[in-house]
């Protein structure tokens, strides 16, 4: 079983910059497509950003591309995500999840495919 920890939110202003980290523990999720989705208050959870194994492949929602970057260091068993000209409504919580290689791509921006979750960490972007 893998467990995740989000870390890296907090208060930023518009235009500003934040890097959230994801640690994984338990076993190597280097076989694993890792990704981002965010829950603002009052909506539904959402995606964001996703990560193929080798890191080879990112897929982002039209909301963030352009601004936002997934990464991921297999070696430190860590995923990140680059936010830069935050807005307003980026304001969210923020999950890191993972679930099993998969080559099928239209499964890596549902919710419902990822198998582990983190417990979210709270992004404030302030105008």
């Known amino acids: 079983q893998v467990q995740l920890v989000e870390s890296g939110g907090g208060l930023v202003q518009a235009g500003g910059s934040l890097r959230l980290s994801c640690a994984a523990s338990?076993?190597?999720?280097?076989?694993?497509?890792m990704a981002w989705f965010r829950r603002a208050p009052g909506k539904e959870r959402e995606f964001v950003a996703a990560?193929?194994?080798?890191?080879?492949?990112?897929f982002y929602a039209d909301s963030v591309k352009g601004r936002f970057t997934i990464s991921r260091d297999n070696a430190r068993n860590t995923v990140y995500l680059q936010m830069d000209s935050l807005k307003p409504e980026d304001t969210a919580v923020y999950y890191c999840a993972g679930r099993g290689r998969q080559h099928d791509t239209s499964l890596y921006e549902r919710a419902d495919s990822y198998t582990y979750w983190g417990q979210g960490t709270q992004v404030f972007v302030s105008s």
């Open positions: 338990g076993r190597s999720f280097s076989n694993d497509v």
């Open positions: 990560i193929a194994w080798l890191g080879r492949t990112t």
